[in-house]
């Protein structure tokens, strides 16, 4: 049905898709399997990113820790989003906040299934 497997996860933009491709590189097809379970369950949508940026001004902050910005979640959430400047701006660049995010979940994925497929002692079940 898709030329690609990570045309399956819901959102995805072109930048994204080219990271994904380069940084996949390498991986057998059990590895991409197990890699797209676990990165489809951790990264962020970028148009739910735009639903938590509007809930952001009821809930300053909320965006950023979803993002794990527990930082700047903290400073928004008692300046109220920086007097709601801050919650704006995060609502132009939830873009780019979610592809960030999903870079370093990118890199935990790789690593969870290099540890998890590098040993084939651990690993020796045919149906995985």
Do not use: W
């Not at 970028?46 to 509007?54: A, G, Q, R, S």
């Not at 979803?66 to 008692?78: K, N, S």
Request: glycine content about 10%; overall charge neutral.
């Amino acid at each position: 049905m898709f030329d690609s497997p990570f045309m399956t996860l819901p959102g995805i933009s072109p930048q994204e898709y080219s990271y994904l491709q380069s940084a996949t590189t390498g991986l057998t097809e059990q590895q991409l399997r197990g890699f797209l379970m676990i990165y489809g369950g951790k990264r962020r949508n970028p148009d739910d990113m735009v639903l938590y940026c509007i809930l952001g001004f009821f809930v300053p902050g909320l965006s950023r820790f979803l993002v794990g910005q527990i930082g700047m979640g903290i400073l928004y959430f008692f300046t109220v989003g920086l007097c709601f400047i801050g919650t704006i701006i995060d609502l132009i660049n939830h873009k780019s906040l979610a592809f960030e995010y999903n870079q370093k979940m990118v890199f935990e994925s790789l690593q969870m299934v290099r540890m998890g497929f590098a040993n084939p002692i651990i690993n020796n079940n045919p149906n995985l």
